[in-house]
């Protein structure tokens, strides 16, 4: 399974997170592929690696994109349908994303995603 990975090869095995990516929310023709990725890339980055490799566009940081077709985001198949914080690591998710996990790439609605944009404006109360 681990051979047919698609990923740096010059990467150090304990440096690998193994994943089963499905873009086929996005992109029906693609079949899900086995990938790893360095457990130091914050989630976002290995979404802009996905979306790189599968030729998704990720409009992200245009806030008028997001605010039309929504915000690209992973899912973890097994955890449920809430997204996996884009600013976390990899690493900071091992107890939570494991090795051979399924991550989906979806759109979050528009709703959702302004949403979320006004929880992280608000000011944290304490």
Sequence with gaps: ???SALGD???P??????????VTALKRKRLPQ??????RHSVGRVLDLICDHAAITNDNHDA???????????RCLRMGPDPLPAEFSLQ??????VDGDTVIVTREST???QADAAQKAAPATQ
């Design 13 to 22: 095995e304990a440096q690998r997170r193994y994943l089963q990516v499905d």
């Design 34 to 39: 086995l990938c790893f990725f360095n457990v």
């Design 92 to 97: 900071s998710l091992s107890g939570v994303l």
């Design 1 to 3: 399974m681990r051979r």
């Design 111 to 113: 709703q959702a995603a």
């Design 64 to 74: 008028a994109a997001v605010a039309a077709k929504g915000r690209l985001v992973l």
């Design 9 to 11: 090869a010059e990467l």
